[in-house]
């Protein structure tokens, strides 16, 4: 229903497609979320890790960061650490994907996240969070 909802939003008032990038070291998940958010008329932009992330920050000008926690290298609440202590990207909104139900108390850390997305997620919670955090 959601989904319908947007994207027939989308079409009427056609304006320009917000901006996603993905991090997550799964290409199913990517390829799952990357298929739909483009069907909601999202542009998507991924990343296998977040060696690269601030590069592509810098270069593709995303609107919202979807983040696995567990990625290799530097987690993602680490990363997200960074996007939201840096004066640069400091608002943008950032959405971090968890199997682990015990990590809602990083949301009350510096640096915290915009949203937890707890796995397994549902279509419609991915795309409601993503449309919400883009409306704010």
């Not at 993905?22 to 799952?32: F, K, L, S």
């Not at 009350?108 to 996240?113: C, Y």
Request: hydrophobic residues 45%; glycine residues 4%.
């Amino acid at each position: 229903m959601a989904l319908a909802l947007y994207c027939i939003m989308q079409l009427k008032y056609k304006t320009m497609p917000k901006k996603i990038l993905i991090v997550d070291d799964n290409v199913q998940t990517i390829e799952i979320m990357t298929y739909i958010l483009m069907n909601c008329g999202y542009e998507v932009v991924s990343l296998p890790n977040g060696n690269d992330i601030f590069i592509r920050i810098k270069t593709d000008h995303p609107d919202l960061v979807i983040l696995d926690n567990i990625l290799p290298g530097m987690h993602g609440m680490e990363i997200c650490q960074l996007i939201k202590l840096n004066k640069t990207t400091q608002n943008l909104p950032v959405i971090i994907c968890s199997g682990d139900d015990n990590i809602d108390e990083a949301l009350k850390q510096k640096g915290a996240p915009d949203y937890i997305l707890h796995k397994p997620f549902d279509i419609n919670s991915l795309i409601d969070i993503v449309a919400f955090r883009l409306a704010a």
